[in-house]
């Protein structure tokens, strides 16, 4: 497996430090996906059964629709082992918990006539990706939070298989997890499918949920018509971690995130050359036992050796990762001063699968340095806020002076007088 090694100053002199994603230069892609979206605006569900045949391999029959029908949905726990049902609830309620604590409390900026509402959306839509896999854990990680929140309707679009079939666990979870319908929609249609509505799919106010480059590219596409939870990249860990780390448990945890994609991201920094070497050793070495080898050989790692925790903590901040994990002496220490990233596991034992699935934190978080400034997804993806202003004559004679300089200035003089006009 090819590795690529750097010291701090080398790391930052490389354009991988610089950018990791970019949608620009996927041009023919995103002239692809905007056809798409055009398309199924402009023709619904006609466009629907035209893209699902192209790109699915299946359509509904004229007159049948794209949903599950209710009870397959209803069933679908009926078809998996009891262990793998007990593992989606014990998931299901443990991300629920977490994600109970997220909700707002009402503000207000110290008296009744001015506060903010937090309301949730009428209608929220998530999409599980197919293709490689299927994600039963995105379901819960996408619709548990919108349900949290007080969403009246949750739908979900998802790949289907050439047959027109939902994998039994994906129907399960969305059962778990509250959804209200599941769609058998995948890529880019589904996506615009749910900003826009056709003739079988309603219109959601929020989309939510990772996917392919063509699903990232659709979300910034129909971005406005609908809101979106972000434009995700591949996925990435980074593991900050001293001389006193076991190589094997880091190797572990970079071929875990490395086996999604091969556009992922694996990352070690470190400042001890004696780990640098034996965790690339063991990276090796465990390749040979993992079914998804060559996908994490094609897959992005680097090693960077920094002169000190000090230093390795400022590579981290720069590069913003979505998953970070900390292996020291001081793990708790230098967790604190972290500023970006998407989720911080800190500990030896704290490894990023646990995260991806049962702990109950959320999985879907920032990729590609969107740490930085964005959040994980949360109960605050589905909640809009909302000002209101209950004012009377009073609030008007305090306000008046300062809001008619302020109007002067900007040549606003339909504003000076709105306020004029109530003190006549």
Not at 180 to 194: K, N
Not at 242 to 259: G, I, S, T
Not at 347 to 359: E, N, R, S
Not at 402 to 424: D, K, P, Q, Y
């Amino acid at each position: 497996m090819t590795v690529r090694r750097f010291d701090a100053a080398a790391w930052r002199q490389s354009p991988l430090s610089r950018g990791r994603f970019d949608l620009a230069g996927f041009g023919s892609e995103r002239a692809a996906v905007a056809e798409i979206c055009a398309l199924v605006r402009d023709e619904g569900d006609a466009a629907l059964r035209e893209l699902g045949l192209r790109f699915d391999g299946w359509a509904p029959a004229q007159g049948e629709g794209f949903e599950v029908a209710r009870e397959e949905l209803e069933s679908s726990s009926a078809g998996l082992p009891a262990a793998d049902r007990s593992a989606l609830e014990f998931a299901a309620a443990r991300i629920r918990d977490f994600h109970e604590r997220q909700l707002p409390q009402p503000a207000s900026a110290g008296r009744a006539s001015m506060r903010m509402v937090a309301r949730p959306v009428a209608r929220a839509g998530v999409y599980a990706p197919g293709g490689r896999a299927a994600y039963p854990s995105t379901v819960l990680m996408t619709a548990i939070p919108a349900r949290v929140a007080g969403v009246a309707e949750v739908v979900l679009a998802t790949p289907p298989r050439r047959d027109g079939s939902v994998p039994a666990a994906i129907l399960a979870a969305a059962r778990i997890a509250g959804v209200d319908a599941v769609y058998r929609v995948g890529g880019a249609q589904a996506i615009a499918a749910l900003a826009y509505g056709t003739e079988s799919i309603p219109r959601v106010d929020v989309v939510a949920g990772p996917g392919n480059v063509y699903v990232t590219l659709a979300k910034r596409e129909v971005f406005g018509a609908v809101g979106v939870d972000g434009i995700a990249g591949p996925t990435e860990v980074v593991v900050l971690a001293d001389d006193e780390a076991r190589p094997d448990f880091v190797a572990a945890d970079l071929a875990a995130q490395l086996e999604h994609d091969p556009m992922a991201w694996g990352v070690l920094v470190t400042d001890s050359e004696r780990l640098a070497a034996r965790a690339v050793e063991e990276l090796e070495d465990l390749l040979g036992g993992l079914e998804r080898a060559e996908i994490i050989r094609q897959a992005n790692c680097c090693v960077i050796v920094a002169r000190d925790m000090d230093e390795g903590v400022r590579i981290v901040d720069d590069f913003a990762p979505e998953h970070l994990l900390i292996v020291a002496a001081d793990a708790e220490s230098l967790a604190s001063r972290v500023r970006n990233a998407g989720a911080i596991f800190v500990g030896p034992y704290a490894t990023v699968p646990l995260g991806d699935y049962t702990a109950g934190p959320n999985h879907t978080l920032p990729t590609s340095g969107a740490a930085r400034y964005a959040s994980p997804l949360g109960v605050h993806t589905f909640i809009k806020r909302t000002n209101i202003l209950a004012l009377g004559r009073e609030d008007v004679e305090t306000l008046r002076d300062a809001t008619l300089r302020l109007a002067a200035l900007e040549g606003l003089g339909g504003h000076a007088h709105a306020v004029e006009v109530r003190l006549e």
